[in-house]
């Protein structure tokens, strides 16, 4: 069972080191589009159409993205101060109900994200912007839409590394217990 948990801690640190990089290239390119737009509207006065939107979709990919890293480090507000130090019964009271919380609020947005109104897989988040470009820029709108789904997927694997005793601090010898 330690094995098991120690993969899994492993696997969440792993998964949010490169969730650290790809929020990381997502913020650089929001603060690069961001400052074209501002040095071609006010010195050229004619930014390019396609910066705005870039920016946006950069947003989406480090907001999204940066949130399953703060649920990782446990920057994720508290519902219990303290109570994840506390040991006993009101530790796992307050574990248990943070754990309920997650899943009651993702699951839901997981499953709509696959399957539309009367389980439609063709009115599910995904496919519909599969079938939409962006205005401004070449490809389709499901590059930005799959960041939904990889957060949700990653607070989840987060969650679970917690139940094996990931305190968030990224070490997984850390977490072992005798």
């Known amino acids: 069972m330690q094995r098991t948990a120690r993969m899994m801690i492993g696997l969440s640190n792993g998964l949010d080191r490169v969730a650290t990089v790809v929020a990381g290239f997502a913020i ?3 603060v690069g589009a961001v400052m074209l737009q501002v ?5 050229f006065q004619q930014p ?7 920016a946006r979709y950069a947003m989406i990919w480090a907001g999204l993205i940066g949130a399953s890293m703060s649920f990782k480090r446990r920057f994720d507000p508290a519902l219990f101060k303290g109570a994840s130090s506390t040991k006993g019964l009101i530790g796992l009271m307050a574990e248990t109900m943070k754990s309920i ?10 499953f709509y994200v696959f399957f539309g109104p009367g389980m439609n897989p063709a009115r599910g988040f995904l496919l519909r912007h599969s079938r939409t470009m962006a205005e401004a820029l070449p490809f389709s709108t499901i ?5 939904v789904p990889l957060m949700i997927v990653l607070v989840l694997l987060h ?3 917690r139940w094996c005793g990931d305190d968030g ?4 010898a850390a977490t072992e217990t005798d």
């Open 28 to 30: 650089v390119v929001l």
């Open 39 to 43: 040095v071609a509207r006010y010195v």
């Open 159 to 161: 969650l679970v590394s």
């Open 169 to 172: 601090g990224g070490d997984p």
């Open 101 to 110: 919380v997650v899943l009651t609020y993702l699951l839901p947005i997981l």
């Open 143 to 147: 590059w930005i839409a799959v960041a």
């Open 48 to 54: 390019p159409s396609w910066t705005e939107e870039l």
